[in-house]
């Protein structure tokens, strides 16, 4: 309503930052609100039929525009032709295991029922030894397809080219100038990729492995292969798709909100079983949503690859044993809660090392003993709570290090990482903008912070300049309503780079304001208007937020900023505001 620079005018809030617009102008009455989320988040007046439903016909690219993919579609269409084994390399997490998961299904489709390995976390670590490699060349395979790794794989792919074996290598975090030797090398971030290709560098794993089997069905069928058999339809696997590039925390622009927009949809069909028995053991009821792929079935799968065994989470997504899929699912789920207690251990040990770090552009910390399959949990947990890249590293009783690194808006991680690689300071390492992994030798923490802090603190000064909280709407009391929250997720699916809206509402009066459940701050926010609405802000009673929030008395009067959710408890049309910021009124 407002059109200020200042949404309330607020200057510095709580949180000592600015409330503005995200779009230029503020909310706009005489504009439909779905309009106005997708203008706010960049797209143009004459590209809006094309946001408010996204499609996959509508942003998927012409598969032959990326680098290496039609000679990798036509290497796997002759190994299926021929009847040879082939095999498929994946990583450990969600991102691994649903690429891996859909090229399996597919190829089975297709009569050739792959080998699947995906290699132990704690055993090897990440991405294809040759070892590993060359061990499933004497299974019988004379194909391997390495998903969600290897483009850093330099001495592995060589030692499997060596032995005769053809590697495709289907992957998305950055690589170096010169690539590794691979019968073709598909990559978005390839540096020599063409402008299409490079134009979907934020598209996870799973995201190429559906192009290439997309381009693979493209080329039997120029062979002729359907003309007497049924082609299988990709379209259905679109589920994998969704929960693959939501926990990897893509993007959600362009293909990929079309990606996670259907796929959705397929995943609301329960066609798969190990998904269906996962949303079982996650108590998920109702649609699936994209909050729920990212907080609920995400950390079950990934909690297979960092506490259990590293390759439950592919053979859930491949079962077609319902026994088996709700066996693996419980698995899954008791893993998860495993992960939870390992990984608050380790986020207390962590976050009083990070303490005297708060005027670092980036923080760096390590302990021996931490469970290398939480660190990159604990880093997105630093990165949130101190506001700049966090970077989490494990040390063994050697002093070597495995690290996880999360970054901020503005700052790539994933490059300076490797370029720390590159200056000789890892033994491994690479990712991508806001991921990063690493290896190192013993004694490398403080040159390798030396490097960072160089290397990234124009970025994250930057960054950090132009903090601001970023609203779509300001409402009164009786404003924060479910009818409101329905018009809010048309514009979805939200995620990384396609952010939830959050709106602004009050002034109101804060009453029965409480601590609850882990750390939680509780209350209900009383309008001039006579209305009133509950709202919680999480983790929040140490912050200064929740201890504002706390000491206030009946007659302050503030604006709260935040998302608006569905009360699940009340039902009808009520709803909650989840407090991310406050400011007097």
Not at 481 to 509: I, M
Not at 560 to 572: E, H, P, T, V, Y
């Amino acid at each position: 309503m407002s059109r200020d620079t200042h949404v309330c005018g607020v200057t510095s809030s709580l949180l000592s930052q600015p409330w503005r617009w995200r779009r230029n102008g503020g909310d706009d009455l005489g504009l439909d609100l779905v309009d106005q989320l997708l203008l706010a988040r960049g797209i143009a007046n004459d590209d809006l039929a094309r946001h408010r439903e996204p499609r996959i016909r509508d942003f998927l690219p012409d598969p032959s525009h990326f680098a290496d993919m039609d000679c990798g579609a036509a290497r796997i269409a002759d190994a299926v032709e021929a009847g040879e084994t082939i095999a498929i390399f994946g990583d450990y997490d969600v991102d691994g295991a649903t690429s891996a998961a859909l090229l399996t299904l597919l190829l089975r489709r297709l009569g050739n029922d792959p080998i699947v390995y995906i290699p132990d976390r704690l055993m090897e670590g990440y991405g294809p030894s040759g070892k590993a490699l060359v061990d499933l060349q004497g299974r019988g395979a004379s194909l391997a397809i390495t998903v969600d790794c290897g483009a850093q794989a330099f001495e592995a792919l060589a030692e499997a080219a060596t032995a005769g074996l053809d590697v495709i290598v289907c992957d998305h975090h950055q690589c170096a100038t010169a690539l590794p030797r691979a019968h073709s090398m598909i990559n978005p971030n390839r540096l020599d990729e063409s402008e299409t290709g490079a134009a979907h560098g934020h598209v996870a794993a799973v995201g190429m492995a559906f192009l290439l089997g997309t381009a693979l069905i493209r080329e039997l069928r120029r062979r002729g292969r359907f003309a007497d058999t049924p082609e299988p339809r990709i379209i259905d696997l679109l589920d994998l798709v969704a929960l693959g590039t939501v926990a990897d925390v893509a993007r959600l622009t362009t293909l990929n909100r079309a990606f996670v927009t259907q796929g959705l949809k397929v995943m609301a069909g329960r066609a798969n079983i190990g998904l269906a028995a996962l949303a079982d053991a996650a108590r998920l009821t109702g649609a699936p949503s994209s909050r729920d792929l990212g907080f609920a079935l995400g950390p079950r799968i990934n909690a297979g690859g960092r506490v259990g065994k590293s390759d439950l989470g592919v053979r859930l997504l491949t079962t077609t044993d319902p026994a088996e899929a709700e066996f693996i699912a419980a698995e899954l789920d008791r893993l998860n809660e495993e992960r939870r207690a390992i990984e608050l251990s380790v986020i207390d040990e962590a976050t009083t090392a990070a303490g005297s770090q708060s005027e670092a552009p980036l923080i760096i910390v390590a302990g021996v003993g931490w469970h290398p399959g939480v660190i990159g949990i604990v880093a997105s947990r630093l990165k949130e709570k101190f506001n700049r890249p966090a970077l989490v590293i494990a040390l063994d009783a050697d002093g070597v290090g495995k690290g996880s690194g999360r970054s901020i808006s503005g700052v790539d991680l994933g490059a300076a990482i490797l370029a720390a690689k590159d200056s000789g300071l890892l033994v491994a390492g690479g990712g991508h903008a806001m991921a990063a992994g690493l290896t190192m030798a013993p004694g490398g923490i403080e040159p390798l912070r030396a490097f960072l802090h160089d290397r990234l603190a124009a970025d994250v000064a930057a960054a950090s300049g132009t903090r601001a909280l970023l609203l779509d709407a300001l409402l009164a009391p009786g404003g924060v309503a479910g009818t409101l929250c329905d018009q809010l997720e048309a514009g979805g699916p939200y995620g990384a780079g396609w952010p939830s809206p959050r709106v602004a509402a009050g002034p109101a009066r804060l009453m029965r304001v409480a601590i609850v459940g882990n750390g939680h701050v509780r209350g209900i926010a009383a309008g001039d208007d006579g209305k009133s609405f509950k709202w919680i802000a999480f983790r929040a009673a140490d912050t200064p937020l929740g201890q504002a929030l706390l000491a206030s008395t009946p007659d302050r009067r503030w604006w709260l900023a935040g998302s608006i959710k569905r009360d699940q408890w009340n039902g009808g049309n009520a709803a909650e505001m989840h407090v991310d910021d406050a400011a007097p009124a």
